[in-house]
């Protein structure tokens, strides 16, 4: 309740009360509030630049974590890149190495990376120098990986292509070593049966009876079985692909027929004495890229290491051979 006011009216000559207007009240009471709040806004401002609210404290402290948990991060992508550049190393030096494989330069492994600043998006905050940190870290693991994956998938291919190679390709001596009576002659100068003269023999003579089995050397498609070809009688020649093919001589009957698929040690026919020969034998060569070549450094897949050397020596007499 405010102060009751008089004044003194002179017409009437008495004290009258005055009457305060409604307005002016209003008026009054908004001024105030306006003020107040002025004022109290003010003070929240000021105080607020000086002291931290409990939401502010927790939003700093989850901060302080999300800055360790990415040095954490960070710390963690550097071991796996460590790790990889392991694999790296080994896949350079060892894999690719064995499978032939040129190995894979550090600037592919490491393409993609300089040049335009990809992590500008990240600048202008306070952590920003943490935030690229990681990502440039990711990117180069990432990429790093991608190129390893490659790689490996390369040698998985060349691993198969190997295992095929060395299933084609002749390894082991096509007449079993219980059938044979001698080994009559080596590849290299030898007299000639028939007319007693020195020449080049082609191939190697493996002395056995008529009808004893040939095996395939290695897998391949029998390219000819018949006995068109001068001297040879009747002869089978195996295309083991990679740029080999081997050849038996003077059969006495062929167990294939041509286009036929064969696998090493498959029974493909039998020793005869058919075409210049003169006695029963296996006359065996082997073509690589079209070159008649050695078959004594071709039978590491069924001979003991006594029973090649025998070999070895009775192939480098200087005798006469069966043709
Ligand atoms: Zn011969």
Same mark, same amino acid.
């Given at each position: ?39 109290? /806004?003010?003070?929240? /401002? ?27 991060? &960070? ?12 694999? +790296? +190393? ?9 499978? +032939? ?23 202008? /905050? ?8 990681? &990502? ?44 044979? #009576? ?24 493996? #002395?056995?009876?008529?009808? #004893? ?45 041509? &286009? ?9 026919? /039998? ?34 290491? +006594? ?17």
């Amino acid at each position: 309740m405010g102060k009751v006011k008089y004044y003194y009216d002179s017409e009437t000559l008495s004290y009258r009360k005055i009457k305060r207007r409604k307005r002016t009240t209003l008026k009054y009471a908004a001024v105030f509030l306006v003020a107040a709040a002025i004022f109290g /806004f003010l003070f929240v /401002f000021i105080a607020s630049q000086y002291i931290e609210s409990p939401k502010e404290r927790q939003m700093t402290r989850e901060l302080q974590n999300m800055q360790l948990q990415y040095e954490l991060l &960070n710390k963690r992508m550097d071991d796996a890149i460590a790790a990889l550049e392991n694999v +790296e +190393e080994r896949d350079n030096a060892i894999y690719r190495l064995y499978f +032939e494989a040129n190995p894979i330069p550090e600037e592919q492994r490491r393409a993609g990376f300089g040049g335009i600043n990809r992590y500008k998006k990240y600048e202008g /905050f306070d952590n920003s120098q943490l935030i690229s940190e990681s &990502n440039k870290r990711l990117d180069i693991l990432e990429k790093a990986i991608v190129v390893q994956s490659k790689s490996l998938d390369e040698i998985a291919k060349l691993a198969e292509d190997k295992e095929k190679f060395l299933s084609a390709i002749p390894a082991i001596q096509p007449v079993n070593n219980i059938d044979l #009576t001698r080994m009559a002659s080596g590849y290299g100068f030898r007299t000639d049966p028939f007319t007693k003269v020195r020449k080049f023999h082609f191939g190697m003579d493996f #002395t056995a009876p008529r009808g #004893t089995p040939v095996y395939a050397s290695g897998d391949g498609i029998v390219k000819r079985a018949d006995n068109s070809s001068t001297g040879y009688g009747k002869h089978i020649r195996i295309d083991h692909g990679f740029g080999y093919v081997s050849l038996y001589a003077h059969l006495y009957k062929y167990n294939v027929r041509v &286009n036929q698929r064969v696998k090493r040690g498959d029974l493909i026919g /039998f020793v005869g004495s058919t075409g210049r020969s003169e006695a029963p034998h296996l006359h065996y060569e082997i073509f690589k890229d079209g070159n008649r070549i050695n078959p004594i450094n071709f039978y590491y897949g069924n001979l003991s290491a +006594e029973e090649y050397s025998k070999l070895l020596e009775k192939a480098s007499l200087e005798n006469q051979s069966l043709d």
